[in-house]
């Protein structure tokens, strides 16, 4: 198994390496599991998400876990049409449909 530092963690970060940051969520060091999930936030992509959630609900650290949720909600943050309920309603079946409105109110065009 590789050693995995902070200063690996940061690198992946500024490449955004979603793989390896994933991967370091299940190192058995907290800092290291604090750290690729602060930097998987930071970087924002929603196609995290589920990971992140499966090491919120399995780290059995407490403070690894607030790192965890920071995380989560500012990728939530970055993607709130997409996440949780639409802002219409219920019957809305097409994300075309809460994407264009999202940009429409983003850019008022």
């Given at each position: 198994m590789?050693?995995?530092t902070i200063s690996k963690i940061d690198r992946?970060?500024?490449s955004n390496n979603l793989e390896k940051l994933v991967e370091s969520l299940k190192d058995e060091r907290d800092e290291i599991r604090k750290a690729a999930a602060l930097s998987l936030g930071h970087i924002g992509d929603?196609?995290?998400l589920d990971v992140l959630i499966y090491a919120l609900d399995n780290d059995p650290n407490a403070f690894?876990?607030?790192d965890i949720e920071k995380a989560i909600n500012s990728i939530k943050t970055k993607y709130p049409i997409l996440i949780g309920k639409n802002i219409f309603n219920e019957n809305i079946e097409s994300l075309n449909i809460q994407t264009a409105y999202s940009v429409n109110v983003?850019?008022?065009s």
């Open positions: 590789r050693l995995i992946w970060s500024k929603s196609s995290v690894v876990k607030k983003k850019y008022g």
